[in-house]
Each structure stands twice: as C-alpha cells, then as structure tokens.
C-alpha cells in the first residue's frame, strides 16, 4: 500500500503534468496568430510556434503571459512596447477576454480605440500612451469595471472626456495629458472614490474648478491635480480645501482669475502648487509661507500685488513609470 508522501508525490507530478500538456484556449491562440499575421510587430522575430503560451521545448512568445484556467491556459497580459508598432490599433486583441493587463505604450498605433474594447471585462491596466491614436475615447472603456490605470496620455483624441469614465469604481490613475481633447471635464469623475491621480493637462479644456467639484464630496482621494495648458477659467473656489487629500494642483498656463482663497493653505498634505500664468491678482495669504509641507509655489505670470513671492525653485514635475508600478 503506497505511503502518505508517495500518494503526494503522485498528485504533485500529476498536476505538474496536467498544467504542463493543457492547452492553450483557440480563441487565444486565434486572435494572437491574428495580430502577429496583420501587423508584422518587430517581436515577430521572437513569436516563435503558433502557441503564444508556449508549445512543447519552445518559451511563450515575448510579451505574453498566460495562466491555467481549469483544462486550459489562457492569456491573461499582453506587453509590446516601445517596438515602433505601425498600423491601426489591432481589433484581435478585443477577443482576448481573459486579459487583465494591455500595455501596447511608445509606438506608432493609429486611428481610433475600437469600441470593442469594453469586452474586455478583467482589464486592470489599460496603457496606450505615446502613440498617434485618434478620434474620440471609445465611452465602451466605462464597461471595464476593474480598471484601475488607465494611460492615454500624448496621442490625438478629440473631442470630450467621455463622462462613462465615472462609472469606473476601482480606477486610481488616469493620464489623459497632451491629446487635443475639448469640452468640460465631467464632474462625475469627481464621485470616483479611488482616483488618486487626473492628469487632463496640455488639452483644449475649458469650464472652471466651481464646476468640476460641484458634488458634494468630490475626489475623497485625489493626491494629484494636473491641469495646467488648458482653458480653464474663473477664481479658484474656497471648496477646494474640501479634497483633503491633495499634494500637487498645477494650474499653470490657464485664464484663472482672481484672488488665492485663504482655505487653500489649509489643504494639510499640498507639497506642490503651480499658479504661473494666469490672472490671478492681490495678495497670497501669509499661510501658505507657514504651510509645513508646501515646498514649491510658483506665481510667475499673474498679476499680484508687489511683494507677492514664490516658494522654493520651479521645475517642471516629472513622474516616472516607477511610482505607479503595479
């Protein structure tokens, strides 16, 4: 009679030998032989075999990772950046439905983002940015319920921030900088209980910060506010103070006008503020220079009364991949 550990031993090597023959699900293996047969990718080279998950001696073509669904594996991410990509965006990748990670960022993809994009029910991260994409964002990516990173940031979509992205309830960060975006940014955003990072900045954006926030409890958790090189107008709202949360507000480069309300010094974490180049006029409130944490306020451009002076030495604020590594 086999002992206790041999009978382990067997369903060890049972179960290592079942994840190591099942296969890959064909609508997977389908839909990757698709995009590698219309694109020609520079990875091409790499995407050896017709199983993207990896057939017999040979590895899971590069950028690929799949995992084990009951008798099945499936792709769960697609990585392919920075290899100068040309062609429209590749619909194939929209039956990839298991994806939970997209991230086709630094190339050369054209057109638009397919509506089909919302069939992709498990995406957590969706990175397009630096590519030449264009027309409108598909309002289908409010379907993607677990986002939570959505970049989209330095391509050419036109025309409004699609008010659908509010129905997104995990997402944290959303880069939509540097596009040629129009309209209002929707204050429903604002009910996003997540969002920690918006970034609108560079577009053709117009409205005011009255109405962006005008929910009651708007952006509970937004640390970042990027909206500099826009159109904005009006004051900045005392109601503002209200996003406790905030870090950085970089306003710089908009038709905001009148005086810095005192609340805004009270906001208890503000490290960051850029008002340079606006229309702002009288004093800034002795607060701010007393502000623990604030390390830079930039006021260049504006017409304040003499005397009025900046904090520390402005530089444009760079964020790195590496700070929102998930």
Same mark, same amino acid.
């Given at each position: 009679?086999?002992?206790?550990?041999? %009978?382990?031993?067997?369903?060890?090597?049972?179960?290592?030998?079942? #994840?190591?023959?099942?296969?890959?699900?064909?609508?997977?293996?389908?839909?990757?032989?698709?995009?590698?047969?219309?694109? @020609?990718?520079?990875?091409?080279?790499?995407?050896?075999?017709?199983?993207?998950?990896?057939?017999?001696?040979?590895?899971?073509?590069?950028?690929?990772?799949?995992?084990?669904?009951?008798?099945?594996?499936?792709?769960?991410? #697609?990585?392919?950046?920075?290899?100068?990509?040309?062609?429209?965006?590749?619909?194939?990748?929209?039956? %990839?439905?298991?994806?939970?990670?997209?991230?086709?960022?630094?190339?050369?993809?054209?057109?638009?983002?397919?509506?089909?994009?919302?069939?992709?029910?498990?995406?957590?991260?969706?990175?397009?940015?630096?590519?030449?994409?264009?027309?409108?964002?598909?309002?289908?990516?409010?379907?993607?319920?677990?986002?939570?990173?959505?970049?989209?940031?330095?391509?050419?979509?036109?025309?409004?921030?699609?008010?659908?992205?509010?129905?997104?309830?995990?997402?944290?960060?959303?880069?939509?900088?540097?596009?040629?975006?129009?309209?209002?940014?929707?204050?429903?955003?604002?009910? %996003?209980?997540?969002?920690?990072?918006?970034?609108?900045?560079?577009?053709?954006?117009?409205?005011?910060?009255?109405?962006?926030?005008?929910?009651?409890?708007?952006?509970?958790?937004?640390?970042?506010?990027?909206?500099?090189?826009?159109?904005?107008?009006? @004051?900045?709202?005392?109601? #503002?103070?209200?996003?406790?949360?905030?870090?950085?507000?970089?306003?710089?480069?908009?038709?905001?006008?009148?005086?810095?309300?005192?609340?805004?010094?009270?906001?208890?974490?503000?490290?960051?503020?850029?008002?340079?180049?606006?229309?702002?006029?009288?004093?800034?409130?002795?607060?701010?220079?007393?502000?623990?944490?604030?390390?830079?306020?930039?006021?260049?451009?504006?017409?304040?009364?003499?005397?009025?002076?900046?904090?520390?030495?402005?530089?444009?604020?760079?964020?790195?991949?590496?700070?929102?590594?998930?």
């Amino acid at each position: 009679m086999a002992s206790r550990c041999e %009978l382990l031993a067997i369903c060890v090597l049972s179960l290592f030998f079942a #994840l190591a023959h099942s296969k890959t699900l064909k609508r997977d293996v389908k839909a990757l032989n698709e995009i590698k047969a219309s694109l @020609g990718w520079r990875v091409v080279y790499s995407w050896v075999g017709d199983d993207p998950c990896g057939d017999g001696d040979l590895p899971p073509w590069s950028g690929v990772t799949c995992s084990t669904q009951g008798d099945y594996r499936v792709v769960t991410e #697609l990585e392919v950046y920075a290899v100068s990509i040309v062609g429209p965006f590749p619909i194939a990748v929209t039956n %990839l439905l298991d994806l939970t990670r997209l991230d086709l960022h630094n190339n050369k993809l054209t057109g638009p983002i397919p509506p089909q994009i919302g069939r992709l029910k498990r995406l957590k991260v969706l990175n397009l940015r630096w590519n030449k994409l264009q027309d409108v964002i598909p309002p289908e990516i409010g379907e993607l319920k677990r986002l939570t990173h959505l970049y989209l940031s330095f391509n050419s979509f036109k025309g409004e921030i699609p008010k659908e992205l509010a129905a997104l309830p995990e997402l944290r960060y959303l880069y939509l900088q540097e596009n040629r975006l129009i309209g209002r940014i929707p204050a429903e955003l604002g009910t %996003l209980q997540n969002l920690r990072h918006l970034d609108a900045g560079n577009n053709h954006l117009v409205g005011t910060i009255r109405e962006l926030i005008r929910f009651d409890g708007s952006f509970p958790s937004l640390r970042n506010l990027y909206l500099n090189n826009n159109y904005l107008s009006g @004051g900045i709202p005392a109601q #503002l103070s209200n996003l406790t949360s905030l870090e950085i507000v970089y306003l710089s480069y908009n038709k905001f006008i009148g005086n810095i309300p005192f609340a805004i010094a009270h906001i208890p974490k503000l490290t960051f503020l850029y008002l340079d180049h606006n229309q702002f006029t009288g004093r800034i409130p002795d607060a701010f220079y007393k502000h623990p944490f604030l390390k830079e306020m930039y006021i260049e451009g504006n017409m304040f009364k003499q005397g009025v002076n900046p904090i520390g030495t402005h530089k444009v604020l760079e964020v790195s991949d590496a700070d929102f590594a998930v």
